[in-house]
């Protein structure tokens, strides 16, 4: 039975994604852009009012890494909100009158759902590699940007593995893409993960300033500080290389090179009391929250479309 404050197993996401897609059809739909390595459907929803032309866009993804449970409930959180509050919130309203969201609930599935039924712990993707009796590999060290440079392994049983060759994953070659394909509209890419309680732009694979970095530490430092106003929660700004770590391969990064500059990777709570293991008591709170740090962001973008 789904819930937006537990941690779904894939099924009951599945299920759901197929009963909201149905609810509305003239603020949501649905569309595959590929299956994964062990065949499962990944789902994009798009939500947005039909508008008959194409409209620009924002690509929101959750669930890269498996163990991350509370970012595949953001996603959820995501779309219940936007379609609760369309109409009345006015933000929202515009938002999804302006532009179209595109929301891929869950992006590692098989991983998700190995987390779920073996290794709570599980990261990666559940590929199959001949040579090695490993599987997977890190998703987001298998993007082509500065591939397997840094902060990366080339072991396969690493769970930072970058895969054998870029995109090697059917799931980052499934996402990759879909954001090429649909390159002119998408505007922004907001990828959730967890934890940390950070707000991440490019560069990940070096020390190099991104050309539009002033513009994404503010927007980054609006977002975080709306994100702070509902319960205090305390996030840090910056880009992932000086903030968090080098490491390459990743989505962010990945997709400001395509040329999309609001690029931005969420590490949602805790700071590490819970870590991945965070109570489902908290999705509501995380989720609320992080909603006003997504929306400053969203609107931002639309401001400059
Ligand atoms: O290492 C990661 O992939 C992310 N942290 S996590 O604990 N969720 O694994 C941070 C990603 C930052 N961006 C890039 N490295 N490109
Ligand atoms: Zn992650
Ligand atoms: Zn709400």
Redesign the pocket.
Known sequence: LHSYTKYNTWDTILSWISTIASSNPSLISKQEIGNTFEGRPMVLLKLGKSSGTTKPAIFLDCG??AR?WISPAFCQWFVKEALDTYGSDSQMTSLLDQMDVYVLPVFNIDGYEYSHTSNRMW?KTRSKLSGSSCLGT?P??NFD?GWCTV?ASSNPCSD?FCGSTPESEIEVKNVANFIRKNQSSIKAYLTV????QLL?F?Y??SYNLAADHSELMSVAEGASAALTSLYGTQYTSGP?AST??L???????WAYDLGVKYSY?F?LRDTGYYGFLLPESQIQPTCEETMLAVKYIAAHVQKNL
């Open positions: 890269i890494h991350e990261r890190d987001n060290r940007a902060g930072t993960h967890s934890y940390s991440l490019p990940s694979y992932g968090i770590y490491a390459a391969g990743g989505s962010d990064d990777t590490e």
